[in-house]
């Protein structure tokens, strides 16, 4: 059998996809429909998937935090991807050679997927929980409110000041709402305090207008009190301490802003003002060869309002591995992922359905079936990780 040259070379080169969340399983996915014959490795600490939406579940005790847990193993096998469990800690060779902590790796294209970091700067920010660290800061959370029998809560989130897109809010608003519904469950809401606060007056507004008038009147309906556009200064065990005073708290919910990965100063590729990895209008980095970026560890061309969310990441993610595929070809890019904002803001009963795209903003009144749909787009995901 004779292989043709194109052939042979296909089969020899090396993709490297760094991360193991939602857009580095998207972009795997992509790239093996479109380069079967090539060698394609995930770089991660461990050989899992954890389904990050549903840590708002866990506080609450509708998930356990197993539950939300998949083993990467048949992925890896179905789509014949090589695994290296590895934590990156830097580049070299513009991006041919990625550094971590159990040797270097070389690749021909590099697509980077290793999402971003909090911002845990404040004075006093040991005081806080942020649920979105993960299954362990979301148990930890949920002991909390177990053994609370009554007492003050402050939930908030923050920015980055170089990079006001660069917050995750939307899941302090579901876990505020989770947990005001939870309480009332329980028949003990009338013995606690829930305060949210935010630097901004309209906190969420990159949801739209209408939708932060909704959150907003959702929370004064629920007897939620707002302490909103004061910079915040620090935290303390006594609460949270703003330029426009003090919420006395007993435990505070803190969502800070995010940044990229710390292994990104060590790369030598282009960042952004508030930290990121520097991307253009197609997934790529500018100045290096065949890198290109999806989700939290990059910054991207578009509206203020663009989200860093799994939705988002998973449409950069096929859009980078078309255009890593392309670049393998000596062609240029040409696939760019829409701007699109989709979110289900739950309330542990019932959700709020958000959706903003360049041409419109909408938002949908609470109905128990958007709580439902997210449950079931949960089940549906995580069982696709077996196919």
Not at 355 to 380: C, G, T
Request: charged content about 20%; overall charge positive.
């Amino acid at each position: 059998m004779v292989v043709s040259p194109a052939r042979n070379l296909a089969a020899m080169t090396h993709i490297l996809i760094l991360g193991a969340g939602f857009a580095a399983v998207t972009a795997a996915r992509e790239l093996r429909r479109l380069q079967p014959q090539a060698r394609i490795t995930l770089v991660a600490p461990k050989p899992e998937f954890v389904y990050l939406p549903s840590l708002i579940w866990i506080p609450t005790h509708l998930r356990q935090g197993g539950g939300l847990i998949r083993p990467l193993q048949p992925f890896l096998q179905r789509h014949r991807l090589e695994f290296h469990q590895a934590q990156v800690s830097g580049l070299a060779d513009g991006g041919r050679t990625v550094l971590t902590d159990r040797g270097e790796l070389k690749n021909d294209a590099l697509l980077i997927a290793t999402g971003g970091r909090f911002i845990r700067k404040l004075p006093g920010i040991e005081h806080a929980l942020t649920l979105c660290e993960g299954i362990a800061a979301a148990e930890a959370i949920r002991d909390r409110l177990t053994a609370m029998r009554s007492g003050r809560i402050a939930f908030g989130f923050g920015g980055n000041p170089q990079e006001p897109a660069a917050m995750r809010g939307g899941p302090m608003f579901e876990l505020l709402f989770g947990v005001e519904t939870m309480l009332r469950q329980q028949q003990r809401r009338e013995a606690f305090t829930l305060t949210f606060f935010n630097p901004a007056t309209e906190p969420g507004k990159r949801l739209g207008d209408k939708a932060v008038g909704k959150i907003l009147a959702a929370m004064a309906r629920r007897r939620i009190a707002t302490h909103l556009g004061h910079k915040l200064v620090s935290f303390s065990a006594q609460g949270v301490t703003t330029e426009g005073g003090q919420i006395d708290a007993d435990l505070i919910l803190f969502m800070p802003g995010l940044t990229g990965p710390q292994w990104a100063e060590n790369s030598g590729l282009p960042l952004s003002p508030g930290g990121f990895i520097q991307a253009d209008a197609y997934c790529r980095v500018p100045t290096a060869e065949r890198v290109f970026i999806a989700g939290d560890a990059g910054s991207f061309p578009g509206p203020d309002w663009l989200p860093k969310q799994a939705h988002m990441a998973e449409l950069q993610a096929r859009a980078a591995a078309q255009n890593l595929h392309l670049a393998l070809q000596g062609h240029a890019p040409t696939a760019q992922p829409r701007p699109e904002l989709m979110c289900i803001i739950d309330t542990l009963d019932s959700g709020i359905m958000v959706y903003r795209s360049p041409q419109r903003s909408m938002v949908f009144p609470a109905n128990r079936l958007f709580h439902w749909s997210k449950k079931a787009f949960e089940k549906r995901y995580l069982a696709s990780l077996n196919k």
